[in-house]
């Protein structure tokens, strides 16, 4: 098993956001199955977060997890402002307390900054995260979306147990400092959205509530640029015999990184878990990055709204 610091876990993780109708209508009792067979298929790295649903998701993970606690790794995530920069100020303490009684839960076995506050040190928020692992309601804490100088800063102040960022094909600018970084202080890497949000598997936006019309990737310049570059992953993928999502994570578990996809859907489940089973020959690997080279993706990763509380990457211009 990959290992996060003193977190033993599963090659890949499970993503919840979605189960929280951030892609679509979701259904609680549907969600429930797939985590339920998430666990049989050996996964036991749950990550959400208290902006999910609004809470929902740390309420139905919590619910649908209970049976098996003590074998699985459950992580979560908070920001100091729930609604902008204007929004009243929540301390991890407070995140933290809120948390554990919505999953009604005594412990979270990994808790992170979730955006860094650009009005507040990061230094004070992992100081305080620290002080809770110290107290023993969180087992580690981590960061996500940080720059290099903020994981330095952050891991001076308290070690950091993960950093969780966007990695993957076609969002591959923490190979330039951040990956480097925490390799050299021994930070676990956590990869969220290794499918980038479903294009990587081939999947289409349909439902109109899907918040990805909101991101630039999926307009429909975007979308068509970004299409071409994707038949080289059903090359790949025809030659070995896999489909595009199974190769595009594939390609993360090469990087010795802990990729947590997220879906509703038991088959989709199932076909990701079976990415563990690829193995990339070396110019298989050559071939999809030389197509997804830094910078080549036509995009931007968030609206702008979005991109002011994470670190920018080269984009296409």
Known sequence: MPNLKQLEVSRQGY????????????????????LHRAIDLGINFFDTATG???????????????????QLVIASKFTHRQGGADAPVLSPRQAVEASLKRFSFDFIDLYYL????LQIPI???????????????????????????QIRRANATYPLTALQSEYSLW???????????????????????PLGRGFLAGSEVIDPNDRRHQHP???PDAIAANSRRRETIEKVAAKLGANIGQISIAW????????????????????????NDIQLDAASIAELEDVFAIGTTVGERYPEDGLRMVPREPVNA
């Open 171 to 193: 969002t591959r600018g923490v190979e330039a400092e951040i990956l480097p970084t925490v390799r050299e202080l021994g930070i676990g890497f956590v990869s969220y959205s």
């Open 15 to 34: 993503g919840a956001m979605g189960l929280s109708s951030v892609y679509g209508a979701a259904d609680d009792a549907e969600s429930t199955r797939t």
């Open 252 to 275: 993360v578990l090469s990087k010795d990184v802990v990729p947590i996809p997220g879906t509703r859907f038991i088959p989709h489940l199932e076909s990701n878990w079976a990415a």
């Open 52 to 70: 999910y649903g609004a809470g929902h998701n740390e309420t139905l993970l919590g619910r649908a997890l209970a049976d098996k606690r003590k």
């Open 217 to 219: 990737r999926f307009k």
């Open 123 to 149: 230094e004070e928020s992992v100081g305080e995260l620290g002080k809770l692992k110290d107290e023993g309601k969180i087992g580690g804490v981590g960061v996500s979306e940080a720059s290099a100088d």
């Open 114 to 117: 979730h955006r860094v506050d």
